[in-house]
T-cell receptor
Framework: EAQVTQNPRYLITVTGKKLTVTCSQN?????MSWYRQDPGLGLRQIYY???????DKGDVPEGYKVSRKEKRNFPLILESPSPNQTSLYFC?????????????FGDGTRLSIL | SQQGEEDPQALSIQEGENATMNCSYK?????LQWYRQNSGRGLVHLIL?????REKHSGRLRVTLDTSKKSSSLLITASRAADTASYFC????????????FGQGTTLQVKP
């Protein structure tokens, strides 16, 4: 089954403790992206990757890192999480660029930073 | 960065009625997409309309795009309780940077 898989689905952690949210897709998509969703703010793009070893900042990249060493994986790293990063996070992928292809979304990761 | 704005923020209708949601954006685009999100779940792609298209249909969905007004509308005809969800528009920036900007969404409730 074609899918985007995020892990973990839920995480409660404390300020400053490094964490990684994994994202994997099995559709051989070039484009992958991370979003955060907050009430009243919709989805905001954190980082995106047009292909392996190519990453670019979205609208809210501060406090996040990403890497794209393999086509299928695009982990989101919070090196020193803070409470304002408490949010619902989504990974998405598409064949080709986001400007002309539908995005396939994962089921989300709900992060709580205490 | 550009921001899609959706109107209304919330909409409540009876089953069988039509639902119309609007989206406005600020800069030139390659295309505009509509997504649906059931409560707390991932977004599901509904329809993509290119900047040179004015109208597109998919089942009970009808999307229009007016690039001169920088606006789009999503019409769901003969709504069902299962259409209850949040609906988002998403736009890119011409000529295509890879960024995708989502609106804040319209929450639709369809009462049985």
């Amino acid at each position: 089954e074609a899918q985007v898989t995020q892990n973990p689905r839920y995480l409660i952690t404390v300020t400053g403790k490094k964490l990684t949210v994994t994202c994997s897709q099995n559709m051989n998509h070039e484009y992958m992206s991370w979003y955060r969703q907050d009430p009243g703010l919709g989805l905001r793009q954190i980082y995106y990757s047009m292909n392996v070893e190519v990453t670019d900042k979205g609208d809210v990249p501060e406090g996040y890192k990403v890497s794209r060493k393999e086509k299928r994986n695009f982990p989101l790293i919070l090196e020193s999480p803070s409470p304002n990063q408490t949010s619902l996070y989504f990974c998405a992928s598409s064949l080709g660029g986001a400007y002309n292809q539908p995005q396939h979304f994962g089921d989300g990761t709900r992060l709580s930073i205490l | 960065s550009q921001q899609g704005e959706e109107d209304p923020q919330a909409l409540s209708i009876q089953e069988g009625e039509n639902a119309t949601m609007n989206c406005s954006y600020k800069t030139s685009i390659n295309n505009l997409q509509w997504y649906r999100q059931n409560s707390g779940r991932g977004l599901v792609h509904l329809i993509l309309i290119r900047s040179n298209e004015r109208e597109k249909h998919s089942g009970r969905l009808r999307v229009t795009l007016d690039t001169s007004k920088k606006s789009s509308s999503l019409l769901i005809t003969a709504s069902r309780a299962a259409d209850t969800a949040s609906y988002f528009c998403a736009t890119d920036e011409w000529p295509g940077t890879g960024k995708l900007i989502f609106g804040q969404g319209t929450t639709l409730q369809v009462k049985p």
